[in-house]
């Protein structure tokens, strides 16, 4: 009988890949589709940065690196962290990881075990929840709707932490919702969390870069509770490095001794090549970063101006990162062309998909089952015609 493992059965598959998968299968079938599922910078990675890689394989980085990664990288990192959020980190409190992805799925498997609590505001990005299952850990699900524009309130935060609390993963600017906590809600949220000091924060700031509001605010400012704070980062958006897979965290040093240790045994260092090139991404010009976020912003005006005029769509105004994450709950009850009753927001992704040729990824798997979530992380005029399909779509619902 082939059985995998309760650990793994216990896993959803990444919705957001899925719906990916199924947009490249139309698209494979001559289907004109526009895919606005996956969180992906559609740029290519800066020149300067492609050169660094090149000089690293002819410069023989092609052997194993240290586990935490190598440390001319970390320190770049360390660096990086005091120039630009003015953050004290040593090289040893810096561990680098294939990905933010593991970078936080490491930081939960070194802290969290069965039986601990950890709260996730929703929505939350997929892979949160599961991670906490893999740690055999339990989720406590804060809800904030579009009314809060998506973010939990410290008497929220206080409800919910018992004495089985281990963590709080806090993602801000968010993914899904673009949402982005100011200084004085992370202040609060900070002053809740120092009065619990055995519970810690994961705050993954990914989408740091791709800010439209002038500051990025981490909780890891906040002197009280920097020995709870774990930063989670990596190249991936700011830099366009997604499949260069660079992400890491700073964190107390004896987190970041636990991660070494695991990651040590189940992928020990990331891609040196990739490392190489990282290094120049933070030691190196940063204008490009500017360049893509100004382009961002425009997209963001453009999709949001749009949408805006959807009857029946619900939108926030996004403060960062490249989503939309509009309220769609008021199409549930309906009928499609063909007679199927919209019943749920990953129903209505479906009908958008196989109706309107517009990829989408309904809200259920990042805890909001009444929203939809779109990247616009593509051309003005991939965002003009998917929307102009959406509405269309839409407006054939009875």
């Known amino acids: 009988m082939n059985e995998v493992s309760p650990r793994l059965a216990a896993l959803s598959v990444s919705a957001t890949l899925a719906m990916s998968q199924k947009s490249s299968e139309l ?80 930081t939960i498997l070194s802290i969290v075990g069965p039986g601990d609590e950890v709260i996730v505001p929703a929505p939350f990005w997929v892979s949160y929840v599961e991670m906490v299952k893999l740690a055999e850990g339990k989720n406590v699900i804060i809800k904030a709707g579009i009314n809060q524009d998506f973010k939990i309130t ?91 897979r660079i992400g890491w965290i700073a964190a107390p040093e004896w987190i970041a001794k636990a991660c070494i240790k695991l990651q040590g045994q189940y992928t020990s260092g990331t891609c040196s090549v990739a490392q190489k090139a990282a290094e120049t991404a933070y030691t190196g010009d940063q204008s490009c970063v500017e360049t893509m976020r100004r382009a961002f912003e425009r997209r963001r005006d453009l999709i949001y101006g749009l949408m805006k005029e959807i009857p029946g769509l619900q939108i926030n105004k996004p403060k960062d990162a490249f989503y ?29 998909l196989e109706h309107g040729h517009v990829a989408t990824v309904g809200g259920t798997a990042f805890g909001a089952p009444e929203y939809i979530r779109l990247s616009y992380a593509t051309s003005d005029e991939n965002i003009a015609r998917a929307v102009e399909r959406i509405k269309k779509a839409l407006g054939e619902l009875k």
């Open 324 to 352: 939309v994450f509009p309220k769609c709950s008021s199409f549930f009850g309906k009928k499609t062309p063909d007679g199927k009753t919209i019943a749920t927001s990953d129903d209505l992704a479906m009908y958008l």
């Open 27 to 106: 698209k494979a079938q001559g289907v004109d589709v526009i895919n606005m599922s996956v969180g992906e910078p559609d740029f290519t990675t800066p020149e300067h940065i492609k050169q660094a890689a090149k000089k690293a394989i002819d410069d023989n980085y092609s052997f194993y690196s240290p586990a935490a990664g190598f440390p001319e990288l970390r320190k770049a990192i360390a660096a990086k962290l005091k120039r630009e959020n003015n953050l004290d980190y040593t090289f040893n409190q810096i561990v680098v990881s294939t990905g933010g992805k593991q970078a936080v799925c490491n």
């Open 154 to 244: 410290a008497a929220q935060l206080e409800e919910a932490i018992t004495d089985k609390t281990k963590a709080l993963i806090l993602c801000s600017p968010s993914n899904p919702t673009g949402s982005v906590y100011s200084h004085e809600e992370l202040k609060a949220l900070a002053d809740v969390i120092a009065k619990h000091p055995h519970m810690y924060v994961i705050s993954d700031e990914i989408y740091e870069h791709i800010n439209y509001i002038g500051k990025h605010e981490t909780i890891a400012q906040f002197a009280e509770i920097r020995d709870q704070v774990v930063v989670v980062n990596g190249c991936s958006k700011g830099y366009a490095m997604t499949g260069w």
